[in-house]
């Protein structure tokens, strides 16, 4: 099953680890069956560290985590699909970290529980988030910030995390697509709207999306036939 938008590049690059800046670490993780995209942005002075859509294989996070020490503070959903957040009991438990969402994502969320639970997932799996976010909300990882933007389409409380010269979009924005709007809650106009808050952005803000290979906001300026759209 094909769970996000349709890319419309051929060549895919999967995303690296790499230094972004001095004070900054970004992993990207790819996990699942989706091959969803689990960002982990880290404070490299502090060590405090942002999981970001931990969708499954929680080994393959915690493997990451511990073998750099890190001390995540916040699990954060950019949306509440079953790929997005699957791991997170895991990793809450161990490290005690918060779970992040936005507010109009609680049915979402519910109806990601009942799926995965007629697979045979607990109800435990699925802890109440901690913390609620809004537009305009900062989330802080150690000494960076991040600005939070809600960007309604994919699902009603999808949210986009900005800062550092960094876009962490989930499913709102692909390299060369955007995610679909035919899933409950998804709504076309109000994707469109959204993408065309993040096209407000610096161009040369990397992007790193839910899936697939990253992109630069210029870029998709340039080329994403959904940018710009009425
Ligand atoms: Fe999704």
New binding site residues.
Partial sequence: ML??GLATSGVFLRPLAFTYNEGMIIESIIVGQLDTNCVIITDTKTRDACVIDPGDDPEKITAYIDANNLRPAYILFT?A?Y??VCAARELKEKYHAGIVMHEDEKTTYEDTKKLCMSWGYDEEDFPLPDLYVRDGDVIEVGNLCFSVIHTPG??PG?ICLFGNGVLVT??TLFRGSA??TD?PGGNREHLLRSLKKLMRLPGTTRVLC?HDEETIIKIEIATNPFMGLP
Avoid: F, N
């Fill in positions: 769970y996000y949306h699909h790929d997005h994919h699902t999808s989930g499913d995610g679909r899933l839910g």
